[in-house]
């Protein structure tokens, strides 16, 4: 995948990203670990220039925790998400999006089993908007083949955010063409069959534009014009 690439040219070789390092078994792993998240939560909080300078930092650590197999997981689920997936809206604009954001790139790279169920939920309840999108964004880009990764985003074709709507619309196809590549059972198949329904009931309907921008909105004005 192009993150994966790009992290790559950025500090040349390193373990590879589907396979924990042995850090995560020595004395020292928590105040890596620590360390590590440290550098994913930095953030300037209001997403300008300043904040954006920190991205390459941030996305850095956040690879660098997938390799530290559960424990690098669930560091990077409770930024993307908020401890047991209880992100506020205040936690949210304190640090603003950049840390989910960076996290969201990494966990998509994770195969910790505790992962796509924390996703799925964090799609269905997360009280943000951003959160649920994020986490639609990374079932969608997942190297996981669990058929969640489809079930846990057709709810969020129905979300009332607009963002998160037209997000999962795109997740759903990446998701299912990955299932598809990997040989189909009938889980799969199933998944596969029900994300093909979710995109074939969104064809034509007009409220899936992307309101993270004020889109939505303005579609929604255009309409009650005509």
Known sequence: MIWETVWRWMLGPVASLHTPTADAHNPGADAAIAKLTARVAASHGDGGIMDAALEPSRVSAAYQLVEKGD????????????????????????????????????????????????????????????????????????????????????????????FVRSTAVAALGFAGRRLVAAGLNTERSHAVAQAVDALTSALDRPDFANDFYGAGAVAAANRSVG
């Open 71 to 162: 424990a690098g997981a669930a560091a990077l689920l409770a930024l993307l998400v908020g401890q047991n997936g209880s992100a506020k809206t205040s936690e949210f604009g304190l640090r603003g999006w950049g840390p989910s954001r960076s996290a969201a790139y990494a966990l998509a790279f994770s195969l910790s089993q505790q992962v796509v169920p924390a996703l799925a939920a964090a799609a269905a309840h997360s009280q943000l908007r951003e959160i649920r999108a994020l986490a639609v964004f990374c079932l969608g880009q997942s190297i996981s083949l669990d058929p969640l990764c489809v079930r846990g985003v057709l709810g969020a074709v129905r979300d009332e955010s607009g």
